[in-house]
C-alpha cells in the first residue's frame, strides 16, 4: 500500500473540500476501497474519513417513501423495519450480497460506488482500460466467466458486481447528491452507473468533489417483491445473474412489473420495455419468452460467459412465474 494523508471530515463541507482534490478519496466503511489500496489499484495520496459527517439516519419522507443516509450500513438498512415491511426486496438483496462482517461496515454510498471485480481490473500488471486508460482489455480474449453480456463495448466488458443497486433500480429509487460548492442535485439510480463506451475507467456520474448523501425510495406500492441471485456457490459470491422483481396483478393480468438485473451489464439494467412486454397480459411460459428475448435482444457473450444469456432466459422464466404466483 502506498503512504497516504488521513484527515477526518467532520462536516459535509470538510469532505467535499477534500475530495476535490486530483488525488483525494473519501472513505466509509472502506470494504472496497481498502482492498483496492492494497492491490495498488487505487492510490490516493489523501484520504477523507467522512464516518462522523452525520449521515447514517433512516428516515420516513413526507410523501411515504424512505430516505436512506449515504453512511447507513449494508446491515442496519436490510434490518429496518420499513424496509422489511415495504422494500423486501431491498432487504433481500442486501442480505445476498457480501458476508454479515462486511455488511457490518460496507455504506449505502459505497456499496452504489463499490468497482468491478475484474480479474484484470484487481491486478496492476495486466492490461486493464478501467484501470490506465489505453491499456486494452485483458478480458476480452480472455477470462471473462463474470463479465457482461449486455451494454459492453470494444473497451470494457466488466460487470458492476453489487446486489442493492440492483434492487434500487427496480425501485426506483434516488440518488441525492452533494457538490464541492454545496449544491445539491438528484439523479434517479436508473442513470447514476455508466455504460464503458469509450470511457470505461468511468463508473458513475460523480464528479470530483461530490458525495453521496442519501438515497431515497419512492413511497411503497402493492404486489409481490422478489430477489434472485444465481451464483457459483450459495454465499459470499458475486452474481452470475440476479433479478430483483415488482410485481403486481389484477383479474388474472399483470398490472405492475419492474424488474432490473445484475451481473448482466456495467450497470444494474433496467429496460422499460420488459414492463411493457408483460403489463396488461396473462402469465404463460410464451410471455415470458417474449419478456426474455426484449432482455437478450442485443445480448453477446464473449467466449466464458456465452452461458449466461441462456441462464438470463431460464432466471427470468423463473421469477416471472413464481412472481405471478405469489401475486395471484
Ligand atoms: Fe479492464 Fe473492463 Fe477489460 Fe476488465 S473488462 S480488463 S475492467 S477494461
Redesign the pocket.
Known sequence: MRPFQYDRARTLTDAAQITQGEDAMAIAGGTNLLDLMKLQVETPRQLADINRVGLGEIADTDDGGLRIGALATNTATAVHPRVRADYPVLSRAILAGATQQLRNKATTGGNLCQR?R?F??MNID??????EPGSG????DGIAKL?AVLGASG????TYPGDMAVALSALDASVEINGSDGTERTVPVRDFHCL?GDT?WRDNVLEPGEIITAVTLPAPGGGTQLYRKVRERSSYAFALVSIAAIVEMEDGVFTRADLAFGGLAHKPWHDPRIAQALVGNAPSAELFDRAADVLLEDAQGHGENDFKIPLARRTLHAVLEQASEDAA
Request: charged share 15%.
Open positions: 468491478t475484474c484484470y481490473f495486466q492490461p486493464c482500460n478501467k484501470r482489455c485483458g478480458a476480452l463479465h473497451e470494457c466488458i466488466a464503458p470505461p
